[in-house]
């Protein structure tokens, strides 16, 4: 908690120090920042409220359960949906893509998973629709899915295939 | 109707229909919601004053120099290399890049910003290596880069 308030405290300062050196430009700095303060402080909540209910309603259990037995090119595209609904950093999510490895899910839909998690998730697109357009916040989306089904697949031939070279190399 | 109208009216809706399916677990979300919160602020107040002093002493003209359109490739480049290493809130990076992008700066390194930052992360590649593996993990983020700076020119060019 302590460390929690030096960082802004010294960002905050280092403003102050700033604005008094050059007041002229104290009005673009103050009102910038108020303008995005009010917008942030208008969606937090509720993007927090959708996440806090994610975490709760959908548990990682679940997701795991789902994705483990899934196959297929079906299994990437899940592979997204599930990854776009939990919420929280991505380090949270490598534990559950360790746990879906174990389980034996194919490559591509982990990979897929951790890609969704990563920058498509529904609370954060929101954030993105809000603050720079429904025109960038879909192309960005839908580009990002058509990149993350393509990489999944062709992680999953590379691991495949060095695994394979690997084996021959044994014998 | 704005986006921050619809939103705070999907999450009420939403909170609305889990509070009537399920009570307790509805107040256990709203807990996780609050401490998230109080978690996220004093990033959120870091880079609004960030955000601010950008706008207010960088002029537009160094900005668009650096991650604009006449940047060409270095500057795509240098924001997605910026994007791997830092390591902030993704919910956090969108108002930075609106504000980058409101001074200058190209939607291709806005873009490749964004999906770097989210998809990369340096910071947590040991943790990654760990969970994953070597050959996973280095793979993961080293085609996230390629994949990044191909969006971002992809998005440059239809927006």
């Known amino acids: 908690m302590k460390r929690d308030a030096i960082i802004p405290g010294i960002t905050l300062i280092i403003a102050i120090i700033l604005l008094s050196i050059f007041p002229d430009r104290q009005e673009a700095v103050i009102t910038t920042s108020w303008d995005f303060f009010i917008e942030m402080i208008l969606i937090l909540p509720a993007v927090m409220i959708l996440m806090g209910l994610f975490s709760v309603f959908v548990p990682k259990e679940m997701v795991v359960k789902y994705l483990g037995k ?16 939990p919420t929280g950093p991505l380090y949270v999510a490598f534990p559950m893509a360790s746990a879906l490895l174990k389980k034996g899910a194919k490559i591509s839909c982990i990979i897929a998973f951790l890609s969704a998690w990563a920058c498509i998730k529904i609370p954060q697109e929101m954030v993105e629709l809000q603050f720079l357009g429904p025109r960038f916040m ?3 989306l839908v580009l990002t899915i058509i990149f993350v089904v393509i990489m999944g697949i062709l992680i999953e031939r590379l691991i495949e295939w060095s695994d394979k070279k690997q084996t021959n190399l044994r014998r | 109707m704005n986006t921050t109208a619809i939103l705070n009216i999907f999450a009420f809706g939403c909170l609305i229909f889990a509070f009537i399916k399920d009570r307790t ?45 006449q940047a060409g490739f270095r500057g795509v480049l240098i924001v997605a290399l910026l994007g791997a290493f830092l390591h902030i809130p993704s919910l956090i990076s969108f108002p930075l890049a609106a504000s980058l992008l409101k001074s200058g700066a190209s939607v291709t390194s806005v873009a490749v910003f964004i999906t770097t930052l989210t998809m990369i992360g340096v910071v947590t590649l040991p943790l990654e290596i760990k969970e994953l593996g070597k050959k996973m993990a280095l793979l993961r983020n080293g085609i996230s880069f390629v994949i990044a700076i191909i969006i971002g020119i992809v998005m440059g ?3």
Request: hydrophobic content about 60%; aromatic content about 8%.
């Open chain 1, 70 to 85: 899934a196959a297929g090119i079906k299994a990437v595209f899940l592979g997204i949906l599930m990854g776009s609904l």
């Open chain 1, 138 to 140: 879909a192309a960005r």
């Open chain 2, 25 to 69: 677990k509805t107040k256990q979300a709203l807990t996780v919601a609050l401490k998230s919160f109080f978690h996220i602020l004093p990033t959120v107040l870091i880079i609004i004053i960030f955000i601010g002093l950008l706008l207010g002493f960088v002029p537009q003209s160094q900005i668009s120099e650096v991650v604009g359109e």
């Open chain 2, 157 to 159: 060019v239809i927006l």
